[in-house]
């Protein structure tokens, strides 16, 4: 059911990508498998949904070139990248071709076919149980079916990239960028400029 009240428009374009830069989240490879084509992107937009049964959710913008593989794939893997996989991130971030993505990182094979990255932080091999679309973006439901944790605790984690334009600056700037994160276990930061390493059990602040 969509519910919009016409009394309130939404913000610009430029304002809210702005907003959800400061967010930061995790930076995954999502990957599936498809008439023996192995598909995959990156992918910040990946949320935990519930415990019971454990659930979580990826959006993926339907304009993009693997889109009709994950439309129809009853199987998708979240692999949570570690610090020093910008290389992974930004593969398959960009226009490289389909299986041409794969020829970096150490890929194996996961229970249902899928694509799993070797040394990821953390890997959710998932069955897809449903999906929606909601603006540019199409986002499915996945319950997940098997976990492979790193024994290194560490995540590459994507925040205030320097290449995000400022509203009303026309040019970016970090000058005055600053973050603190608390965190358990070690995290780096992925900047795309600069990897951050953040200490255990504190909270660290950068500029
Ligand atoms: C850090 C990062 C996070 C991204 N997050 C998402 C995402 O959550 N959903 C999405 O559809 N695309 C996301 N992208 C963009 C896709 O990875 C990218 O558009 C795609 O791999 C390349 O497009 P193509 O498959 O059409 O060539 C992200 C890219 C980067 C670098």
């Given at each position: 059911?969509?519910m ?37 992107f ?59 993505r ?35 973006h ?59 390493p ?10």
């Amino acid at each position: 059911m969509t519910m919009v009240d016409h009394r309130f428009d939404p913000v610009d374009k430029a304002t809210f990508r702005d907003g959800m830069s400061r967010l930061g989240s995790a930076v995954n490879v999502v990957t599936t498998i498809s008439s023996g084509t192995r598909y995959g992107f990156t992918a910040s937009a990946v949320c935990s949904v519930s415990d019971t049964p454990p659930t979580l959710l990826v959006c993926i913008n339907r304009a993009s070139s693997c889109f009709h593989a994950f439309e129809n794939a009853a199987h998708f893997c979240v692999n949570t990248l570690m610090p020093g996989h910008e290389c992974i991130s930004d593969h398959f971030g960009g226009k490289t071709s389909t299986e041409d993505r794969f020829s970096v990182g150490d890929w194996e094979v996961g229970l249902t076919g899928v694509p799993v990255l070797a040394n990821a932080s953390v890997s959710f091999e998932c069955g897809r149980i449903s999906s929606v679309d909601e603006a540019t973006h199409h986002v499915f439901f996945g319950r997940v079916i098997d976990i492979r944790q790193n024994d290194q605790r560490a995540t590459l984690l994507y925040c205030m990239p320097t290449s995000m334009p400022r509203p009303h600056e026309g040019s970016v700037s970090r000058t005055g960028d600053r973050l603190a994160v608390y965190t358990g276990p070690p995290v780096s930061l992925h900047t795309k400029a600069k990897l951050v390493p953040i200490v255990q059990g504190r909270t660290t602040e950068f500029r």
